[in-house]
């Protein structure tokens, strides 16, 4: 079984700039997960799909951050513009379904805001 | 915080002793889960073990799980070098659709 896929693996911007990020779940994986993960911290939850609709949007920063996930497959999330404290590692999870399920994550993004 | 809280923080044991990590949280849930992550690396899901449930094996890996206390405890037994990682729990928690991770606990195991 191949596993979540993401890319790139690093970006390196400078504030203000955009950023996109790209997520491919595992094959039936109905939820998709978008989780930043600052240094020395746990996950956090930005954004959560069901299919291609939103089940919990509420920690993401909707002024800066974007997330899609057309046709229930892949997903994007974008950040514009950039901040520093965007500085972070954004993770891709997905599980089968949301209840009762372990979440399988992909190897992330490192952001690095200049 | 609606996180778990792990302790300790960092752990340094030698090859083949016994480690011992624990999570607290605040509210009631589910499950919980154990997560491990490598550096550089994504997190790699462990053992679920569900609110009814008060102990878990997996291999290497005993999960107990207090409701009571709102607490849970993961040992691994016969460490290995390859086990150095960080530790997460993360807690499914009642009216919720999502998991709540901890902040972690930083183990190394020394060969």
């Known amino acids: 079984e191949a596993g979540v896929a993401q890319s790139p693996r690093y970006k390196i911007i400078e504030k203000r700039q955009s950023v996109a990020f790209w997520c491919n779940p595992i094959s039936g994986h109905a939820t998709l997960y978008w989780y930043q993960q600052i240094l020395g911290q746990g996950p956090k939850l930005l954004i959560q799909?069901?299919?291609?609709?939103?089940?919990?949007d509420s920690q993401l920063p909707k002024d800066r951050f974007s997330a899609e996930r057309l046709k229930g497959v892949d997903s994007t999330l974008k950040i514009q513009p950039a901040k520093l404290e965007d500085s972070a590692v954004y993770l891709c999870a997905s599980s089968f379904s949301i209840r009762d399920q372990p979440q399988h994550f992909g190897d992330g993004t490192r952001l690095s805001i200049l | 915080s609606q996180q778990g809280e792990e302790d300790p923080q960092a752990l340094s044991i030698q090859e083949g002793e016994n480690a011992t990590m624990n999570c607290s949280y605040k509210t009631s849930i589910n499950n919980l889960q154990w997560y491990r992550q490598n550096s550089g690396r994504g997190l790699v899901h462990l053992i679920l073990i569900r609110s009814n449930e008060r102990e878990k094996h997996s291999g290497r890996l005993r999960v107990t799980l207090d409701t009571s206390k709102k607490s849970s405890s993961l040992l691994i037994t016969a460490s290995r070098a390859a086990d150095t990682a960080s530790y997460f729990c993360a807690t499914d928690q009642t009216g919720a659709n999502n998991l709540f991770f901890g902040t972690g606990t930083r183990l190394t195991v020394i060969p």
């Open positions: 799909f069901q299919n291609n609709g939103v089940v919990d």
